[in-house]
């Protein structure tokens, strides 16, 4: 049973520019989140999705965006690119009988130069 | 909304028991209290949850007072991969911030 997988797993971009991020929930999970993690720091959420719509966010730009297909797996998409998004992403999914637990993927390290 | 405070850092010895203590005043009635561990570059790992008293697994063990404004939790007899950030997250803050954490670091 595969866990939470993400893709890529480096990637580095130059400001302005628009990126990408794919997550795979772990196998039976239904809702995925995203969050945003600087050096250093605690994971911050950006949002969740259920149901292929956004439940919940963060505080995070509209710049921000993402989308749930109907297999659960999930888009994060961050437009205009600044310095500060540098950072690593990680995808968190649960499912329904497991709402104290969250399981992580690996993460999605970005470098925006 | 609740904050967390948790120690920034601690140092330990292999084979020590390390006692982490988180506070978390404010504290819905119905929330309850989990624990995560991080390695670096690497996502966060569920260890254990509970409400109240003390609850046990594999991994650790975690104690919640009657008041639940603060939870520990126990590691016994660390090893050297026991090295990581242990995050305290009440139910309600999965969804937002977890905060700094607090780095343990094991030495031999």
């Known amino acids: 049973d595969a866990g939470v997988t993400q893709s890529p797993t480096h990637l580095i971009k130059t400001r302005g520019q628009q990126v990408t991020l794919r997550c795979s929930p772990k196998s039976g999970h239904d809702t995925v989140s995203w969050y945003q993690q600087a050096l250093g720091q605690g994971p911050q959420f950006i949002f969740q999705?259920?149901?292929?719509?956004?439940?919940q966010r963060g505080n995070f730009p509209d710049r921000f965006s993402g989308h749930q297909f109907p297999n659960y797996s999930s888009e994060l998409n961050v437009n205009a690119l600044l310095l500060g998004d540098s950072a690593l992403y990680l995808c968190a999914s649960r499912g329904l009988a497991e709402s104290y637990e969250q399981y992580f993927g690996p993460g999605t390290r970005l470098t925006v130069t | 909304l609740a904050k967390t405070t948790q120690p920034i850092s601690m140092d330990s010895y292999e084979g020590q028991e390390v006692n982490i203590t988180c506070s978390h005043n404010n504290i819905a009635t119905n929330d309850y209290i989990t624990w995560y561990q991080q390695f670096p570059s690497q996502g966060p790992r569920f260890i254990i949850q509970g409400y109240k008293t003390k609850v046990t697994n594999e991994v650790a063990s975690l104690f919640i007072p009657a008041d639940r404004k603060s939870s520990t939790l126990s590691l016994p007899r660390v090893s050297l991969s026991d090295t990581a950030v242990y995050y305290c997250l009440p139910k309600s803050f999965q969804k937002l911030v977890f905060g700094t954490g607090t780095r343990l670091l094991v030495s031999p």
């Open positions: 999705y259920y149901e292929e719509e956004e439940r």
